[in-house]
């Protein structure tokens, strides 16, 4: 982005070529995300022609991904380059309005399944009504300059937006919902964490002939923090967690065969947070903890805070100040040495169970293959450039 005198100048020219899936923008669906980045950062700015007459935009040419143009496969605005963009703004515009900085917010995504429903079949050969589950969530903002960001709230694009009503959806669609909770360590650490992500789950019951495919590309990308604040957690859809059929199916795939008594779950991110997370007030610490917003062990893994359970019934948890003074400054010694650790060890460590995802994630700046834990190199390298931009230089 560059202002001179009072025109701004976007420019998306060199964006990486267009992908082979629906993950791509249109002209009309980039143009869009940058105006609505914009509008939403400055919301007193009126939203007319005058907005559009002091803008320039620059997509460059056809075959990107913010620009595919025919023949390629686009999305609309969502799970594609739209939010991305918007946020790209976002973080464009807080280097200039600290007042106002946010950091980057969860993506929307969307899982589907779709089949035939046989709970009203006639007999062993009917197939019964065809049927389509089409879900979408909530999840959490960034952390502001002076805030903790909004939990469990519509995606950047579409302040307001609704999610499923849960009985609608079970007296339409043979899914019952297990579960809709906020998801505990799923807000980005920082002086102001993000807002709290979303989880839901279901099992599949009367069905025939049916397949799911789920749409929202951060298992890689993970919703990152600002000014030294940290990364949420990875989308993507878990099929049979916990028992013997455990499966990652990923966080873009389609036409996944499933069947009756499959039962299924998927995050939506938190926002990433802003600012050194070991500034956090201790106090802000332990009432996340109480509020089952941050674990125990998080609380001192990402904010260097050492918690005590006296009587979790009764919320009773208490801050160790002296142990917290300790890990801290640990923590300041030893955060920036673990994103230099080698990482196909850190990966080793993870298949062995020694390191969790957030322990990759937040400390390590890892990325692997959630599926099977092999690690990808370009993912991770990537990952560590923007966590030393966004994050480790500004830990002092």
């Not at 019964?128 to 960034?142: E, K, P, Q, S």
């Not at 993000?194 to 789950?201: A, I, P, Q, R, T």
Request: proline residues 5%; hydrophobic residues 35%; aromatic residues 10%.
């Amino acid at each position: 982005m560059r202002i001179k005198g009072n025109r701004i100048s976007y420019s998306l020219d060199g964006s990486a070529p267009a992908v082979a899936s629906f993950l791509n923008a249109g002209y009309g669906s980039a143009f869009s995300g940058i105006v609505a980045g914009t509008k939403t950062f400055f919301p007193d700015v009126p939203l007319n022609s005058g907005l559009y007459r002091a803008m320039d935009v620059d997509l460059g040419p056809e075959g990107t991904v913010v620009n595919a143009g025919l023949p390629h496969a686009v999305t609309g605005f969502c799970s594609g380059p739209y939010e991305k963009i918007m946020n790209a703004v976002f973080e464009i515009w807080s280097q200039l309005f600290e007042d106002r900085a946010l950091a980057c917010s969860f993506n929307l995504e969307y899982l589907l399944i779709g089949g035939q429903d046989t709970r009203n079949a006639a007999d062993a050969t009917d197939r019964g009504d065809f049927f389509m589950w089409y879900d979408w969530m909530a999840g959490g903002w960034g952390g502001r300059t002076d805030r903790d960001g909004s939990s469990a709230t519509a995606p950047v694009f579409g302040p307001g937006l609704a999610v499923q009503p849960v009985e609608a959806q079970e007296r339409l669609s043979p899914v019952l919902t297990t579960h809709h909770r906020l998801v505990t360590d799923s807000a980005g650490p920082g002086e102001f964490r993000g807002g709290v992500g979303v989880s839901k789950g279901g099992v599949l019951t009367d069905c025939a002939d049916t397949v799911m495919s789920y749409c929202c590309d951060r298992s890689r990308s993970v919703t990152w923090g600002i000014q030294g604040g940290l990364p949420s957690i990875p989308h993507g859809v878990w099929l049979n967690k916990g028992t013997e059929d455990e499966r990652f199916l990923g966080a873009v795939f389609s036409n996944e065969t499933v069947a009756a008594g499959d039962a299924f779950e998927r995050p939506a991110a938190g926002g990433g947070g802003y600012g050194d997370p070991l500034k956090r007030d201790t106090a802000a610490v332990l009432e996340d903890v109480i509020d089952e917003y941050v674990s125990i062990e998080r609380a001192a893994k990402d904010y260097g805070v050492v918690i005590r359970a006296i009587d979790p019934e009764i919320d009773h948890y208490e801050v160790d100040e002296d142990a917290t003074r300790l890990l801290r400054d640990q923590l300041r010694v030893t955060r920036k040495e673990q994103l230099a650790a080698d990482p196909e060890e850190v990966a080793q460590r993870f298949r062995a169970g020694e390191l969790d995802t957030l322990d990759l994630i937040r400390q390590y700046g890892v990325i692997l293959d959630w599926s099977n834990g092999e690690l990808l190199p370009r993912t991770t390298e990537q990952f560590r450039e923007q966590l030393q931009r966004r994050s480790a230089q500004h830990w002092g």
